[in-house]
């Protein structure tokens, strides 16, 4: 087994389980909760059409556009401009992981709490190939037709999960574990195509 393929995926996501009761109030008006946090994504031009985060939803154009601008004409990931693209995703993620019922806290537009996203900065001229950002997008098209058949299934597994949350409390671990899996999957190809920090191919897999 080669080195990279042993190495982790430059973007890790987890959302801690929780282990306890979950507030069936917040969680049967969760949709209506969540509209300040919607209109926020909407500023920034975010927002995932597709439930377990559609790329072609998740980034805006205004963000990802300079970036392959820098890299095809200067071959540069300014670390500024990284930052930034990561903080963004971090707090769509975490909206993200609210609306879908992962967890009840109210999201922090700053704080990580339980929704865990990590990404590597890439060494652009040694890691990252200039031509590539070109066609990235092209080359997820087999990814993006695997994402929309399990975002149907996502979208059927979240509505189970809110009537067992309204009658026991608890979201099933199992189907906890299926809709972070498709969210997991769905943030490497974001990774790869759109914020455009690694080359390497995202695996078709839902494990961590």
């Given at each position: 087994m080669s080195a990279q393929a042993a190495a982790p995926y430059p973007l890790t996501f987890s959302v801690d389980y929780p282990d306890r009761d979950l507030n069936r109030v917040t969680t049967g008006f969760r949709l209506i909760l969540a509209i300040p946090l919607l209109l926020l994504l909407a500023l920034f031009g975010l927002g995932r059409p597709g439930f377990g985060g559609h790329p072609l939803g998740g980034v805006s154009l205004l963000l990802f556009l300079p970036v392959v601008a820098l890299l095809v004409l200067r071959h540069k990931y300014p670390r500024w401009w990284f930052d930034?693209?990561?903080?963004?995703?971090?707090?769509?993620?975490?909206?993200?992981?609210?609306?879908?019922?992962?967890?009840?806290?109210?999201?922090?537009v700053d704080g990580e709490q339980a929704v865990h996203i990590d990404v590597m900065y890439p060494d652009a001229p040694n890691e990252l190939n200039r031509w590539l950002p070109l066609v990235k997008w092209f080359l997820a098209i087999p990814h993006f037709i695997v994402l929309f058949f399990l975002d149907i299934a996502a979208v059927v597994v979240v509505v189970i999960a809110w009537f067992a949350i309204l009658f026991t409390g608890r979201y099933p671990r199992g189907m906890f574990d299926f809709?972070?899996?498709?969210?997991?999957?769905?943030?490497?190809v974001t990774a790869y195509a759109f914020l455009l920090v690694t080359d390497r191919y995202p695996p078709f897999s839902l494990a961590s």
């Open positions: 930034f693209n990561v903080m963004l995703l971090r707090l769509e993620t975490r909206i993200t992981s609210y609306l879908f019922l992962l967890r009840d806290e109210y999201p922090s809709v972070v899996g498709v969210m997991r999957w769905s943030l490497r």
